[in-house]
């Protein structure tokens, strides 16, 4: 790994095979994650809100002033414009194993410390055939929810690649670090159908470890949205 005026570069050979699961590295310098290991918690998913190059994403993270602010994982996806699919289903880590960063915009400091963030490249919501910064989605990259998430019925879509990686990646984090991602969201969908995803409670949450979304303890958020076969992933855990 190769650290070059405060931004993280990567050589793309180096990666690390977990069973069937590569994963790429690019780490953050150092300053942009906290590096003394903890035991983890918690999982949470998060989307980016931005486009479809996970290392640009974590370089973006290290040329920032923000600090540690960062996740574990970034995956791939698909450009919102339909013209990409290079990154699709790519796993990049953005620190080693056991750091943090914070990812989840709380003042509750254990949840970040012990807990382990993915982001899945997405804008996020798709209003008037346009995301946020107003770049055109190809409607084939559009998914309509049959019921409105945050006041949002059309969003970016998580690809089928993407989703299969996620739930190997899910697997593999819950192994790794003794996470039982069957409790939590997974939990609450059970109960509470798709509005489990507006669920917010940051007090709950840190009192029950498990796997969550970042609305579940944030109410401006919107990542991850309730896509059906991201419910169909969290329920076949």
């Not at 896509?227 to 992933?233: S, V």
Request: net charge positive; proline share 4%.
């Amino acid at each position: 790994m190769i650290f070059n005026k405060g931004k993280a570069t990567t050589d793309l050979s180096e990666t690390k095979s977990v069973s069937d699961l590569t994963i790429k590295t690019l780490y953050l310098p150092k300053g942009q994650y906290f590096d003394k290991p903890t035991k983890k918690q918690w999982l949470f998913l998060h989307h980016t809100a931005g486009w479809q190059n996970p290392f640009n994403t974590i370089s973006s993270w290290g040329r920032d002033t923000r600090g540690e602010v960062a996740t574990e994982f970034v995956l791939g996806g698909q450009s919102v414009k339909g013209n990409d699919t290079t990154h699709d289903g790519v796993i990049v880590q953005a620190f080693p194993t056991g750091g943090w960063g914070w990812h989840l915009g709380t003042g509750r400091g254990t949840m970040h410390s012990n807990s382990v963030g993915i982001e899945v490249c997405c804008f996020g919501q798709i209003k008037d055939g346009k995301t946020y910064v107003n770049v055109v989605a190809d409607p084939k990259q559009v998914i309509e929810l049959k019921k409105p998430f945050r006041g949002h019925k059309f969003w970016h879509n998580y690809s089928d690649k993407q989703l299969e990686t996620l739930k190997e990646l899910i697997l593999y984090i819950a192994n790794r670090d003794g996470i039982d991602v069957r409790k939590g969201l997974p939990e609450m969908i059970r109960q509470k159908g798709i509005d489990a995803f507006d669920f917010c409670d940051a007090t709950y949450v840190s009192k029950n470890p498990g796997l969550w979304n970042h609305t579940n303890v944030l109410r401006g958020k919107v990542d991850m949205y309730p896509h059906p076969k991201l419910i169909d992933l969290l329920l076949s855990l």
